[in-house]
């Protein structure tokens, strides 16, 4: 039975799979401004009513990374933000605590 997309996720002890996302730009850049970066993100991160789940860096080629999350609490959306390059996200799996799987459609771009 198929369960609407802003249901109330029961268990977040889920990985979050982003499988086959591919960046059409430079990679992200290091050294001070990448610090700087860090710093404006943790005060957006204090200032958000978002519960930030994870992060990752893309290396610019074609790209497969996992988010695996060990909360419990319940979340009702998932927010995925993208900084500092173009992405395109050809896939996004997302596995729940009851072994559920969900795979919303995601060619928006």
Known sequence: MARP???RITSLALAL??????VQSRPAPAGPS?????RSDRAFDRNSQWDKLGERWVNGRVDRDVI???RRERYSKLK?????SALELHDIVIHFGNGEVFSP???LI
Request: charged residues 25%; glycine residues 4%.
């Open 5 to 7: 997309i802003d249901m």
């Open 17 to 22: 799979s982003l499988a086959a996302c591919t």
């Open 34 to 38: 990448e610090r700087q970066d860090n």
């Open 68 to 70: 695996a999350v060990q």
């Open 80 to 84: 995925i933000v993208v900084e500092h």
């Open 105 to 107: 459609g995601t060619r």
